[in-house]
């Protein structure tokens, strides 16, 4: 997790935050397939995770939810939808990035085949999926106003967003942290985004009968 200190001008002007969820768990991610457009549903964890995810952002003013359509996606936006009363809204512009034939493979083998994802005949350019993330966020500027808004989409998707609002992040050591159902804070300060915070994530409760073993 990291928190980005970027603190407004004397003159600049706070609005509400975005909220950029990854969704919860699958067993495609247990895995370390690619996802892309293939539709599985959370697993146990997963669903264990968003309880935990929701429960922590019914504490904010949440006045909108957007989420990719894929059911990953939406089983994650309802479960913070219940908790929050609020609707959700299906966004095609918050699908996973496309892998094409590649989607259901290991994504370690495919990096060792091409050298880079990127490099994956048929592959989305990360140029498209960076355009459409940021297209979303800009969307949200005047419902910011009144509150708190929350975007549910995909890994590729949400580095994609904060890479392009903080280039600064593409210089980490290693890969840029987002975890199955984290969450990052991104805020209007004036006419600026800045990235608030990076891979947050809920403490997610352990089972009963785990517990008690």
Request: glycine share 8%; hydrophobic share 45%; net charge neutral.
């Amino acid at each position: 997790m990291a928190t980005v200190d970027q603190r407004p001008n004397a003159d600049e002007t706070v609005s509400g935050r975005i909220f950029l969820v990854r969704h919860g768990r699958t067993a495609l991610n247990a895995d370390g397939r690619l996802r892309g457009r293939l539709d599985p549903p959370l697993d146990d964890i997963g669903e264990r995770e968003v309880l935990a995810l929701a429960r922590t952002l019914a504490e904010h003013r949440i006045v909108r939810i957007v989420a990719s359509p894929l059911t990953r996606a939406m089983q994650t936006a309802q479960a913070i939808g219940q908790a929050t009363w609020q609707p959700v809204t299906a966004l095609s512009a918050l699908l996973d990035r496309d892998y094409g034939r590649w989607a259901g493979e290991r994504e370690d083998e495919v990096v060792r085949r091409f050298g880079s994802l990127d490099a994956a005949p048929g592959v989305e350019p990360l140029s498209a999926v960076t355009q459409r993330a940021c297209v979303v966020a800009e969307n949200q500027r005047e419902m910011l106003t009144h509150g708190d808004v929350v975007m549910v989409s995909h890994d590729a998707v949400t580095r994609a967003l904060l890479v392009a609002l903080d280039p600064a992040l593409a210089m980490r050591v290693g890969r840029l942290g987002q975890r199955t159902a984290c969450w990052n804070e991104i805020r209007m300060v004036g006419e600026r985004w800045v990235v608030v915070e990076v891979d947050r994530k809920s403490p997610v409760p352990v089972p009963d009968e785990v517990a008690g073993a």
